[in-house]
């Protein structure tokens, strides 16, 4: 597990920094826009101040990102700048993930809370916390998956157009979570699209119920609940159309091992929660496994720990190169 060790938010100006930021899942199921959770795997962010501005994307999941100057993480690195009355007009970026593209886990969250994180240390953290849950925030329109970014564990959050509250809860010791993730893509734009404009006042008061109580069966550790509590009438019965295999596993997974399961965000990945003693853990991956087979989807299966940090700040970027840092050759 990486994490802070203690050397969290250094408050002075740096020329260079590294930052490691989770993935998450957003919903949970019944807390649509709402409800999010930090996972163990991992994009990171090195930014300096530089001569001249350059971007460097590496590994397979970022093919295709802009790397000039209209690149979402020098923008928004920009924007922190900006508010923060600093100016740092060119930079370094480089940037590495293990967060798949646009399959529910929240890649493109964690890039935009590393770039203003980033940008953040670079001001000797001028701006709060809270405000960068706010930019980031404006940008995505829901606080789900960068307020599980930024600020790690379970998050519930609310976001009125202006102002954004957020608040964290360590996930429960025994949880681990096993995601199970199709080989296409799925846009959030097309699986909004798919979603009602009205519910009914019984669906409302459905997801009210489960919502609620999911959040006081994770704050509580009363994982029996979870079941009962991460049912969803609000967006995954529409979404269902648009992931193969996705109906049947909502409706089985309990019972092959799963306490709870529910698409990840928007998706087309799903998320079983699972007691991490539990000796269903090799059955539950089988069968959602060849739930999608059936189907004829290929995918891959993935165990995550909850993590209870969001993002972890490297200081030191001389001694160690940063693939070192980020392929854990180094652990600080
Ligand atoms: N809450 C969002 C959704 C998460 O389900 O559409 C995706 O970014």
């Given at each position: 597990?990486?994490?802070?060790?203690?050397?969290?938010?250094?408050?002075?100006?740096r020329k260079?920094v590294?930052v490691?930021i989770?993935?998450?899942?957003?919903?949970?199921?019944?807390?649509?826009?709402?409800?999010?959770?930090?996972?163990?795997?991992?994009?990171?962010?090195?930014?300096?101040e530089?001569?001249?501005?350059?971007?460097?994307?590496?590994?397979?999941?970022?093919?295709?990102?802009?790397?000039?100057?209209?690149?979402?993480?020098?923008k928004?690195?920009?924007?922190?700048?900006?508010?923060?009355?600093?100016?740092?007009?060119?930079?370094?970026?480089?940037?590495?993930?293990?967060?798949?593209?646009?399959r529910?886990?929240?890649?493109?969250?964690?890039?935009?809370?590393?770039?203003?994180?980033?940008?953040?240390a670079l001001?000797?953290?001028?701006?709060?916390?809270?405000?960068?849950?706010?930019?980031?925030t404006?940008?995505?329109k829901h606080?789900?998956?960068?307020?599980?970014s930024?600020?790690g564990?379970?998050?519930?959050?609310?976001?009125?157009?202006?102002?954004?509250?957020?608040?964290?809860?360590?996930?429960?010791?025994?949880?681990q979570?096993?995601?199970i993730?199709?080989?296409?893509?799925?846009?959030?734009?097309?699986?909004?699209?798919?979603?009602?404009?009205?519910?009914?006042?019984?669906?409302?008061?459905?997801?009210?119920?489960?919502?609620?109580?999911?959040v006081?069966?994770?704050?509580?550790?009363?994982?029996?609940?979870?079941?009962?509590a991460?049912?969803?009438r609000?967006?995954q019965?529409?979404?269902?159309?648009?992931?193969?295999g996705?109906?049947?596993?909502?409706?089985?997974?309990?019972?092959?091992?799963?306490?709870?399961?529910?698409?990840?965000?928007?998706?087309p990945?799903?998320?079983?929660?699972?007691?991490?003693?539990s000796a269903?853990?090799?059955?539950?991956?089988?069968?959602?496994?060849?739930?999608?087979k059936?189907?004829?989807?290929?995918?891959?299966?993935?165990?995550?720990?909850?993590?209870?940090?969001?993002?972890?700040?490297?200081?030191?970027?001389?001694?160690?190169?940063?693939?070192?840092?980020?392929k854990?050759?180094?652990?600080?």
């Open positions: 597990m990486i994490t802070n060790k203690g050397f969290e938010k250094i408050d002075t100006p260079a590294r490691a989770p993935a998450s899942t957003a919903n949970l199921g019944p807390g649509f826009d709402t409800l999010g959770m930090a996972l163990g795997l991992y994009s990171w962010i090195e930014m300096k530089a001569a001249q501005t350059s971007i460097t994307l590496l590994g397979d999941q970022l093919y295709g990102i802009p790397t000039d100057k209209t690149n979402l993480i020098y928004m690195a920009q924007a922190v700048f900006r508010k923060a009355n600093v100016s740092i007009p060119e930079l370094e970026i480089t940037m590495y993930s293990d967060i798949p593209l646009t529910g886990l929240g890649s493109s969250a964690s890039a935009l809370i590393g770039a203003l994180a980033a940008a953040n001001t000797g953290h001028v701006l709060p916390d809270e405000e960068l849950l706010h930019m980031a404006a940008f995505e606080p789900d998956n960068v307020g599980a930024l600020y564990g379970i998050v519930v959050a609310t976001w009125d157009g202006q102002h954004a509250n957020c608040v964290r809860i360590t996930p429960p010791t025994e949880l979570a096993l995601v993730i199709p080989d296409f893509q799925l846009s959030t734009t097309k699986a909004r699209e798919v979603l009602p404009t009205q519910l009914s006042m019984a669906d409302a008061i459905y997801n009210i119920s489960r919502s609620s109580l999911l006081a069966a994770l704050y509580s550790g009363k994982l029996h609940l979870i079941r009962e991460m049912q969803d609000l967006h019965p529409y979404r269902a159309t648009l992931v193969p996705m109906e049947q596993i909502l409706e089985q997974a309990t019972n092959h091992g799963a306490l709870g399961i529910a698409l990840s965000g928007a998706g990945t799903m998320i079983a929660f699972v007691d991490r003693h269903q853990k090799e059955q539950l991956a089988h069968y959602l496994m060849d739930t999608m059936a189907q004829g989807i290929t995918a891959s299966t993935l165990w995550l720990e909850p993590v209870t940090e969001g993002v972890i700040y490297y200081y030191d970027t001389e001694t160690y190169s940063f693939m070192d840092i980020v854990g050759e180094v652990r600080l």
